[in-house]
């Protein structure tokens, strides 16, 4: 007798292919552009920050360093050994404020550079804002080109507000840093210990995380894809 086939089951009906996006009109396509420039300026100034930031931290260190030396010599400190020692404290203290002045020109010039990478980075967001605006003004209702940079926008505008709240914490401890001290100050010793908590301050970066900043720009750039078709 011949060999009974294996009957098949029924095949499932295939789901319908959801059909591919429309690639975007020119309108997007500018919006996307925009977005493309922006994460350029936002890298830039990210790069800028962090190099700058490593700047400032050894120069603050350094005068954190010069302001301990300085209490030393110039307070009623032990000296243990060298008390007896003829002109070690002169020596020192004169040290010491030759130190703090390198040190606070260093962090004069790195302030410098800090104020404006974040004055880089709010006029690139501001004009980011701008554009994006002015194509959802125009674009097609539900673009979402434009929701999608709207987004970006809205991100990289709280970020910039971050880096607004460091720099005005640094600027406070660079005017703290860059005051000259008084020569023999009975509060010499204080303030050489609340140096120690600026340098830890600064190093933390207590508002700011630019690691987040750098996720954005990647997802901004991702979006914003030079490789589309122009309808």
């Known amino acids: 007798m011949p060999k009974k086939s294996p009957s098949k089951s029924p095949r499932e009906p295939r789901e319908p ?14 919006v996307m552009r925009v977005v493309e420039q922006a994460c350029t300026s936002l890298d830039l100034s990210r790069r800028r920050w962090v190099k700058l930031s490593d700047s400032g931290k050894a120069a603050l260190s350094g005068w954190a360093n010069s302001m301990q030396r300085l209490a ?10 060298l008390a007896d020692c003829e002109g070690v404290l002169e020596g020192v203290g004169a040290r010491a404020r030759t130190s703090l002045g390198t040190h606070r020109t260093q962090l004069e010039e790195a302030m410098r550079g ?7 980075m709010r006029a690139a967001v501001v004009t980011l804002r701008q554009r994006v605006d002015a194509a959802a003004a125009g674009a097609a209702a539900g673009s979402v080109a ?3 940079a709207s987004q970006v926008s809205g991100h990289a505008e709280r970020i910039a507000r971050t880096f ?8 406070a ?3 703290e840093a860059l005051a000259d001290p008084e020569p023999g100050s009975a ?3 204080a303030r050489a210990e609340r140096a120690k908590l ?17 996720e954005l720009i990647a997802s901004g750039r991702a979006f914003a894809d030079p490789n589309r078709n122009v309808v």
Do not use: C, F, H, N
């Open 17 to 30: 292919k959801a059909p591919p996006p429309p690639p975007p009109t020119r309108d997007e396509l500018a």
């Open 72 to 81: 030393y010599a110039e307070t009623d400190q032990p000296w243990g050994l």
């Open 114 to 120: 800090l104020e404006a990478a974040v004055g880089a």
């Open 146 to 148: 434009v929701e999608r």
């Open 164 to 171: 607004e709240q460091e720099i005005a914490l640094r600027r």
């Open 173 to 175: 401890i660079a005017g």
């Open 187 to 189: 509060g010499e010793p």
């Open 198 to 214: 600026y340098l830890s301050a600064w190093v933390l970066g207590v508002y700011v995380e630019p690691d987040e900043l750098e």
